[in-house]
């Protein structure tokens, strides 16, 4: 151990490195953090001063901007009130509230609602609350479908659902089997409703869990309305559970509250997290029909959902959510999201023709291209590195997964702060165009 003066004399990255194991971080290529000490609308600013665009919403979680005062006001009046209490046996005002109008929200099916921590373990709960029904129904079934390029999550269940890739692969013997079926980008539509009518015929399948219209970690792949509405019909008409993961696309990401509003066929369980804050604190929320619901309720003991963490119902967290709501509300936050999808539109037709932007896609506020190089795509493709230290250069966050940039704003980012990320794209695509034969 250092003493504490020697420690005074390195800066807070060098600190962090001595101690810290980051996320999803290669720790010994990946040179030191950036220290962050602040954070204000759209912007994050380092320990040393420089500031920062943040054009993925910090991993796709904040809303309305960084240290918002009225988010900040709400959380410091709870934390003076009650900061937790044990929620088995016991409530509070902030759960309560917050479940009701998270109901007023979500479509009319959904009946009840259960709390967890994080986006993972809303899956978690999903797939338990599915496997377990039609285990206490007396049908047990285990079969589950999802896509391919899937993303749910890190936890054991919820990497067991997403698409298998070098992330899984040390895990491989312990995730148990899934039915996986091609995602229905354009082209692949009808592959896709042949294999999920194969898959159910014979009325074995379980649940069906998917991120509905846009598959983030896969790489911001998008898909129409038209075969999500398909697919959730063929759900209902084969008593197959459908469990929307909205955890990402949630809360006005794709210009409806939920991206399952584009559509008519409403899914059974909804997972929510990130936006459900405004991502200010870490809260997971799984809600479900009454259907599901009425399978745990029972005299019967062996028929309780037997699943709860410590921070279950977090007050503070609920509050903020509940604060983060009362901002959804207001006509501001959504002329903003109109006006961001509006700008991303223009933006799209300056660089559609460029021959280094592949794909090109766009659905509400997150734009996403891929850049085409002819090498392989991958998120360990050297391209990725090349971009990011790109964008830090430029004093902007936009953290690209393997060859595909995408845009992922707080709703607050102004027009002048959008300008910069799309001239520092164009510019890109430029020194991309100078530097391709590293790749
Ligand atoms: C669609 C989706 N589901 C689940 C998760 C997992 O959420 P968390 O990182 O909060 O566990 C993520 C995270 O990015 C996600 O994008």
Redo the contacts with the bound molecule.
Sequence with gaps: MENKSSQQQKTLAERDHAVIWHPFTQMKTSGLPIAIARGEGARLYDEEGNEYIDAIAS??MNSHGHAHPYLAKKLAEQANTLEHAIFANFTHRPAVELAERLLEKLPENQARVFYSD???TS?EVGLKMCFQYWHNIGNPKTKIIAFKDA????TFG?MSVGGRSAFTEPFAPFLFDVEFIDTPVAGKEELCIQQFEELIKDGDVAGFVF?PLIL??GGMLMYSTTVLEQLLGLCRKNNVVSIA?E??VGFGRTGKFFATDHISQKPDIFCL??GLTGGTMALGVTTCTKDIFNAFYSDNKYKTLFHGHSCTGNPLACSVALASLDLFDKNETWDNILRITNKHKIFSEEIENNRLVGNLRQRGVILAFDIVIGSEVSYFNNIRDYVWEFFVRQKIILRPLGNTVYIFPPYCITDEELEKVYRAIKQLLTNIEVDHKQF
């Design positions: 991993w796709w994080n986006g993972s899956v993303y749910h999550g890190d919820a991120e983030g970690a993961d955890v990402m997290s990130k």
